[in-house]
């Protein structure tokens, strides 16, 4: 495997579990605007500076995306990331579909291992909620968990379709 080829990998695999990970962010920011709209605090100021961090935020994540997912050659030119290694290749015998399986697998279970709990917990609030004060409970974080467990989940289970689509766009 030559050093750029894992660079490639490295990049792209950071890239897609960084956006991963930043579904949580987006999803504290939608729920903090809801708050202002929705509650006492009506103030235009505050729904419009909300409104742009949540689309800057976006924004970013999928800059982001881009870059390390679809434009991951720019980014080894431009940090010159195959300089300072003595030999151009890594030895070993690595299939480049077989590492990306490999890297969607262990992303899908870091997902899945990170969200179950926090399924569980949020269904026992739910629970618990319901139970005690017979009040309707959110159960938007509930179904975030259930959503991203879910995902999870098919990464794992599913990682050749992954892999399939992440080599279409690297051709």
Do not use: H
């Not at 980014?75 to 077989?98: A, M």
């Amino acid at each position: 495997m030559s050093v750029r080829n894992f660079w490639t990998i490295f990049l792209k695999v950071l890239g897609i579990w960084l956006v991963i990970n930043g579904l949580t962010t987006i999803t504290q920011f939608i729920a903090a605007l809801s708050s202002f709209v929705f509650g006492n605090n009506n103030e235009s100021w505050t729904i419009i500076y909300s409104l742009l961090l949540l689309t800057g935020t976006i924004g970013i994540y999928f800059l982001v995306l881009w870059l390390f997912v679809f434009k991951t050659s720019w980014i080894i030119n431009k940090l010159q990331l195959e300089k300072g290694f003595k030999d151009d290749r890594i030895e070993g015998d690595f299939d480049y579909s077989k590492v990306l399986t490999i890297a969607t697998i262990i992303i899908g279970g870091f997902i899945f291992i990170d969200s179950l709990p926090l399924f569980c917990k949020e269904t026992f609030n739910y629970f618990q909620q319901k139970r005690m004060f017979e009040e309707e409970f959110s159960s938007g974080w509930l179904f975030f968990y259930l959503t991203k467990s879910i995902i999870g989940y098919l990464l794992m289970t599913n990682s050749k379709y992954v892999v399939k689509y992440i080599e279409q766009q690297f051709k």
